[in-house]
Structures are given as C-alpha cells and as structure tokens.
C-alpha cells in the first residue's frame, strides 16, 4: 500500500478542522483502513482529542521537522481511535521560527511521511489556521486538501488565500495536490442563512461539495474532553454517523 495524504486546511480557527481529522481517521479505521494522523498545530488538539498526552510525546512532529527523529520513533498510538498519532507538543510553535533557516524546509514533512507511507492507506494532517511554514509543510505533503467550512456569512472570505496557495504549490513544488473535497460542518438546517451560505458553496465548489453534510451536535463538542472519537464516545449520535458517511464518500472519491 501506498498511503494516500489528506491535509485538512482552512486559515480561518473554529471551523471544525481537528473534529473532522480525529472522526474522519475513526471512521476510516472502522471501514478497515490504516490511518495516521498528523498534528501541525501547535495547540495540539488532534493530540490530545486521540487519547494522546501531550507533555508524554518525546519528538512528535516537531522531532520530525527539525530532522531528529525519523516517524517511526516519534509516532503515539491512539488506543481510544486505533490510529497512530504524529502529536504535537508545545515545542511545536517554535519549529516555525527554527525551520526557517533550515535546508528544504518546506518538504520535511513531505520526506518524512514517505518513510512510511507502505505501511498507512490514509495519512491526515491537521493544519494550523494560518498559511505559514507547518501549513506549507502540511500542502507540500499532501495528495488532496479536504476544507471544512462553517455556512456562515464569512465563510467564503479567505478561501481564495487557500485556493491560491494550493494552485502555487502546485505549479512550484506538488504537481499533483488538488481540492479533494469541501465539507460544511456544524450544519444547523433550519438556520436560513445556513441554507443560503450552503447554496453559494454549491454554486462556487459543484462537484468539489462533499453531499454529505456535517450537523452541529454537542456529542463531537463533548468527545475531545474524553480524549476519543465520537465514535467510541457516542457511535450513534447523529455527528458521529455523518462523519461516516463523510468518510465513505471520502473513500470513494479517493479510490475512484
Ligand atoms: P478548528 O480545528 O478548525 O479550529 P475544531 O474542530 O477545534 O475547529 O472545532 C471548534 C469547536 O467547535 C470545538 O470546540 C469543537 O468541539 C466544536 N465542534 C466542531 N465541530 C462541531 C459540530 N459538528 N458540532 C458541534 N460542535 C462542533
Ligand atoms: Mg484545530
């Protein structure tokens, strides 16, 4: 197996970026898959939201991209997920700085992950809310960025950012990264705006809209405190299914 890499990115916070990596990775162990999961923000929430302490991470990602440590030395496993983990620590936030005058920065990552992409079929990435150097680090390593996007007044602002930014990467260093998918999270269907903001997204992205809709639900709020998925915290609860079914359409787009 060749792992297929899905950056999850949008440079706006609160968007539900962490809650679809962790479920998306539960899910996607439950269909049978071989997942990591990749933490590049520093505030390490992926981390933490799969069972994974923090302070007990001795390289994580941030080992990896200053080059001390190889992923197979620096990767957790999520016993709640049954995933593994490349956390992020609190070190994290200085490799931004540190990396800058390192040699080919911008690809760590990328050459990291090749070490063992024949042993995942899905590597997802966590980007941080920013388009700086982990993000970047995060788009040169992908296949496909998967958006998560709130279906609020706001929510078309800045994607162009993203969207340029990907098609620079494209034409400069990974020919092949693309828009894998755009997702609306935290759907609330009898909000009226809600509807409208999601008609212009399927007008702006078509085929690039997952159908799949994610539904605002306290249970995949409440999962992180516990420290797993909302599919072994609540597998029946209604966020839980839809990040299911999302993962079934993911898998569907990616082995198409
Ligand atoms: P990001 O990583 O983009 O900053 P998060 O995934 O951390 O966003 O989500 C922001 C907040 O919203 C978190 O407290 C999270 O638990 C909550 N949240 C995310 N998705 C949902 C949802 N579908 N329903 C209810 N709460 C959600
Ligand atoms: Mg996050």
Redo the contacts with the bound molecule.
Sequence with gaps: MTAQVWAVA?Q?????????VVNVAASLVHLGKKVLIVDL?PQG?ATTGSGVNKTSIKHGVYGVLLCEAEVHEAVSHSKTGAYDVLGANRALAGAEVELVQEIAREMRLKNALAQVADQYDYILI?CP?TLTLLTLNGLVAADKVLV?MVCEYYSLEGISDLVATVRKIRMAINPKLAIGGVVR??FDKRSLLAQEVSEQLTEHFGKELFETV?????R??EA?SHGMPALMYDPKAR?TLAYLDLAQELLARAEA
């Design positions: 949008n706006k916070g609160g968007v539900g970026k962490t809650t679809t923000d929430n966590d809310p998560p999270t935290m994610i539904p605002r639900n306290v995949l709020a992180p966020g």
